[in-house]
């Protein structure tokens, strides 16, 4: 009789009728298949500024307006979960109501996961985390933070809980992100009692309030993490399970140290070791946050420095994962930036891993690249020797070696020899007076009379390698072009394309299209205008310290 009922029930009291049928969370981990962060968009904040808009609030950190193509892409190249984080603080009034147009924008954006047949979680995010400047996060891994904000923790979770309870199964929720303790302690609180004894009872109010509110939210699978979504074997040990339904799982954060294959291999045996003794024995767990990089003790991407590694590790790491049941979330990157809006893959190679890794083949899915697009960025400058980048960026560590790359070619709208020049970043070349890297530098003005621009790399001026390539502009007045194309010149006569990102004194937006094609379907984007720093809470940083920041959409450790 009750399968009867659920074939003709509407589909709002199906979904009620099912909260009974639940799939358990060690099922809900496997059946995610590989996850995706959609990181730096609504978790992105700035606590010195007031929103009108969503999304300015949602843009602010460099990432464009999600669209429901970025999902459905996702969901076409094999992912079958999105973890969306939120940050809500500067969308709270006095009295902890959310303002409804993020409420809204938020189901917007869950439900274009859900249209797609993904797995989403949504959480608190930057409501946590490190104190950085005036910004000081309201939620804390500590005793007298928790007595001080429980009543606001626990009515945001309400409000969030009854917008959603009617959701199935494939949305889940989690508790927090990487909450710290008053003293900003990573990995585990100073005071190991009171800080851990914190994080217990706000994963206890969460799983409370959530199940109150009744609906499918009484069986709804939620996320708790452990302090500062640590993976020491302490800080997962003293995790708590806070209720024994089913319907919990773990999560933490895991980036890498690798050095080389074999380190690699060991370091992700010993997490998975740590996981199987301290978590796993009591609940289903996800790695809700990994990558190629790492921004301690150095800013390094092994992607893009040691790529044979980088895509070693992801192999193996998703093998096993797979093997003992453990879910796992990429933090942000394989489609980042201007990429998002194509939608295009700039680490398909990555991306392609990760799926081969888990279901042994690609067949069937897609990736489609920038090279799949005809692109054209309209760059506007404001300030004389303002910089475009070609390649590179400020952050990046990755060479061009010029025994492969001999030069660049750049298409633009028009001839601008006598307003725009090439300036290429060699080999380091010292210290600058403020104690940063000195580079060798080479200036290539461009060909007069074209909007096309062939340019050699001059070895005996840079050294050995390339770090970035930039558009410069000469004039001190504002000055805007198009650039259709731009493409690095290996030395075998062969062409690559290159990455355009804002440097400093520009701003970009761009037009895109699939390419052939009869029907063009144009997309556009506004970059970030500048090179700014922010802390993790949004704030603009203009003399940052030792901290970890984001600048262009990436996380960096100053040291």
Known sequence: MKKILLLVCSAMLCTSLQAVDFETAKDAVKNMGVGWNLGNTLDANDATKTWTTTAQHETCWG??????????????????????????????????KVNDAWMKRVKEVVDYVIDNGMYCIINVHHDTGADEGNYKSWLKASSSSYDKNKAKYEGLWKQIAEKFKDYDQKLLFEAYNEMLDEKNTWNEPADKTDGYKAINSYAKSFVTTVRATGGNNKNRNLVVNTYSASSTAEAMKQLELPEETGHIIFQLHSYPNWKSESNAKNEIDNLISNIKSNLLNRAPVIVGEYATFTTWPANLDYYATDRKVALYAMDYFIKKTKEEGIGTFYWMGLSDGVNRTLPAFHQADLAQTLIKAYYGSTDGYKYPTPD?????????????????????????????????????????????????????????????????????????????????????????????????????????????????????????????????????????????????????????????TDNTIYNLHGQRMQNPQKGIYIRNGKKYVMK
């Not at 459905?72 to 969306?84: C, P, Y």
């Open 372 to 528: 799949d697009f005809q692109t054209v960025y309209t760059v506007s400058y404001n300030s004389q020797w303002g910089e475009l980048f070609l390649y590179g960026d400020w952050n990046s560590s990755a060479t061009l070696k010029l025994t492969e790359y001999k030069g660049v070619r750049i298409e633009l709208d028009n001839d601008y020899s006598s307003k725009l020049q090439i300036k290429v970043y060699g080999d380091k070349d010292g210290k600058n007076t403020d104690g940063s890297d000195k580079f060798k530098e080479q200036y290539i003005p461009l060909t007069a009379g074209s909007n096309t621009s062939t340019l050699d790399f001059d070895a005996t001026t840079l050294g050995s390698t390339v770090l970035r390539i930039t558009l410069q502009a000469l004039e001190g007045t504002a000055l805007t072009a198009k650039v259709n194309d731009a493409k690095l010149i290996k030395t075998d006569g062969s062409e690559v394309s290159g990455a355009i990102s804002v440097g400093w004194g520009c701003s970009v937006t761009s037009e895109s299209s699939p390419k052939p094609t009869a029907i063009q379907r144009i997309h556009a984007n506004q970059s970030v």
């Open 63 to 96: 990432q464009p307006v999600t669209k429901p193509e970025l999902l459905k892409m996702m969901k076409e190249a094999g992912f079958g979960a999105i973890r969306v984080p939120i940050t809500w603080y500067q969308e709270m009034d006095t009295n902890g």
